[in-house]
């Protein structure tokens, strides 16, 4: 059985709360002693997961040097999702909200992007198999959680999902800075996908080219770009702002 570790309060909440069963072992902290822990360690009592306590020490080399907490879980390796299960996604969800990350390479990135995902109901986040980052303990710690409650999939070729989203009835809508309008100028209700490409280099040009329409972020100051996550969080707002009204 093949597993791998995850890393946080936040990340192992999560896991406690969609699927308990995958937790196979847990190190908490030795001497940290506050109300935080505590509780998570009675709720993995009560679901029957075996805690073990370490040093900091052990803790840091478990995590790799990255921040745990204070917790570090041992759990179930789960298959990526892929293309079969993005058809079932949108064969059960008529007017669907997806976000599409192009060559999004930092673990970091990709749990911010998914902790805002989660926050604007977005409903599957898309991203390539090759030279895209995945669901590394890293990015589920800055998920907050998300990782557990967004379905991340893992595409072949992002062009041809592009295509096979647009068969569906999909307005597939990617940003550029040199697009001619903003983001405030277009329609952004109905069945959605947001395209967003890697901080400095954009979408890849095919991407671009499978893109129905093209916005921009209105700039007013000196930065020329943003995070992709602000970015990201900036696009899916509007989009919500929109399909509320």
Known sequence: MSSELIFGIHALDAALESHPEHILEVWLLKGRD?????????RLQAVGVKVQFASRQTLDGKAEGHQHQGVVARVKAQPALNEADLDALLDSQPNPLLLVLDGVTDPHNLGACLRTADAAGVHGVIVP?????GLTPVARKVACGAAETVPLFQVTNLSRTLRSLQ?????????AGE???????????????LVMGAE??????????HCDELVSIPMAGSVSSLNVSVATGICLFEMVRQRSL
């Open 34 to 42: 506050d109300a935080r822990l505590q509780g998570l360690q009675s």
């Open 129 to 133: 198999k090759d030279k895209s980052a």
């Open 167 to 175: 068969g569906r009835g999909v307005w597939v809508l990617g940003t």
């Open 179 to 193: 697009a001619d309008h903003s983001l405030y100028q277009a329609k952004l209700t109905g069945a959605l996908a």
């Open 200 to 209: 400095g280099k954009g979408m890849r040009r095919l991407t671009r080219e």
